[in-house]
Nanobody, 124 residues
Framework: QVQLQESGGGSVQSGGSLRLSCAAF????????MGWFRQVPGKEREGVAA????????YYADSVKGRFTISQHNDKNMLYLHMNSLKPEDTAMYYCAAGWARANKLVPSEYQYWGQGTQVTVSS
């Protein structure tokens, strides 16, 4: 079991930056995928970025490439999402997730553990 807790959301103007954090608790000794997802009311949850805690490739949605960066602390217990050049369309509830993501790393159904979410609001 892995428990996840997000923080760092808030309100920012277009073009601004935010850093989201996700603290992982519980059975974090194994390597697995961790990702950031977002959802707005009335729409499906979508993948933003993901990585493998054992190192290697990172994965990004086309809409955030070049603006967002996913990273982890060395001990794998902290996951970050650095968001730059934010746009109003980035406004959403952002969720941290962990799982084994055997297929598409940015599909929510590939992840087994979820945090409660943190709100990001970007005003124009």
């Amino acid at each position: 079991q892995v428990q996840l807790q997000e923080s760092g959301g808030g309100s920012v103007q277009s073009g601004g930056s935010l850093r989201l954090s996700c603290a992982a608790f519980g059975d974090t000794s194994s390597n697995y995928y961790m990702g950031w997802f977002r959802q707005v009311p009335g729409k499906e949850r979508e993948g933003v970025a993901a990585l493998y805690t054992g190192g290697g490739a990172t994965y990004y949605a086309d809409s955030v490439k070049g603006r967002f960066t996913i990273s982890q602390h060395n001990d794998k217990n902290m996951l970050y999402l650095h968001m730059n050049s934010l746009k109003p369309e980035d406004t959403a509830m952002y969720y941290c997730a962990a799982g084994w993501a055997r297929a598409n790393k940015l599909v929510p159904s590939e992840y087994q553990y979820w945090g409660q979410g943190t709100q990001v609001t970007v005003s124009s």
